[in-house]
């Protein structure tokens, strides 16, 4: 019987995960959703909105992509490391945690899918 509880699979498993939180913030800023369009004007970037949520998108085929998962994972970790900064200089570092946990997952479910590990029994 095929074990279905690996480290590869996990890696999936948290690879959709970050595809559905920052594919819905992609796409709501390609879409220029209200939502998206209050939270970037209070940032004043309303004109980079379509470039911001393209990049996203991109950054996350890019991740899904097994040969090209690092520069996926170097993608969402540019856009996270961005909301961030924002949200230090804006907000005065209220709700980081969020940019930083999809970042940390990102990387995650990269090296978990990536990677072969060795049993250590």
Request: hydrophobic letters at 55%; proline letters at 2%.
């Amino acid at each position: 019987m095929k074990n279905l509880f690996t480290l590869k699979n996990l890696g999936w498993l948290i690879t959709a995960v970050v595809v559905f939180m920052l594919g819905m913030s992609g796409f709501g800023k390609i879409t220029k959703s209200e939502e998206m369009v209050a939270n970037l004007t209070f940032f004043n970037l309303l004109p980079q909105m379509t470039w911001i949520g393209v990049m996203e998108l991109v950054s996350l085929a890019l991740l899904v992509y097994p040969k090209t998962s690092i520069y996926g994972a170097l993608g969402v970790t540019a856009a996270m490391s961005g909301a961030v900064a924002l949200h230090f200089s804006y907000l005065g570092g209220v709700g980081v945690m969020m940019p930083i946990l999809i970042g940390v997952m990102a990387w995650t479910a990269h090296c978990l899918r990536s990677y072969q590990f060795k049993s250590i029994i």
